[in-house]
């Protein structure tokens, strides 16, 4: 491979993108030592169980054409009441979805799924904690939007 000139990704153009996408992304997650036990552990989710909820969820935030008729919010609440998550769990979580995308896809849509990524991290974040968490960047793990968006300028 030519470092100088990488392959080059294409968008993400569908459903069938998003499902390559969060599987891998779901995987690394479900294995992460900081985030992975919130699934494995404290939810006991599968991913076969999983995926097709947040794949609905994804198509639906990136291309309106889904069905996602949850409240992803939910979930999340009843998580954090048996363990509290952190600027650092939502953190790692950004990290890893930033990972996965840019490894995938390049264009548009990957840059509106990581912007959209951030945007849900921090609006679970801010409403999980009752507006009191640092998401200044000062703490350990948390990207501010800030900083993302000046590495995107």
Known sequence: MDSVHPPSRADIAGRDDLDVILRRFYTAAFEDQLIGPFFTEIAGTSLDVHM??????????????????RNAFTPHAALHSVEPMTAEHFGRWVQLWHATVDGLHAGPNAER???????????????????????????????PLAAVELRAA
Not at 52 to 69: G, V
Not at 129 to 134: C, K, P
Request: aromatic residues 10%.
């Open 52 to 69: 097709p909820r947040i794949t609905d969820f994804w198509e639906r935030a990136l291309f309106r054409s889904a069905e996602y008729q």
């Open 113 to 143: 799924a990581k912007a959209q990524g951030e945007r849900i991290a921090l609006a679970l974040l801010k409403r999980l904690s009752g507006g009191t968490a640092d998401t200044s960047g000062e703490g350990p793990g948390f990207i």
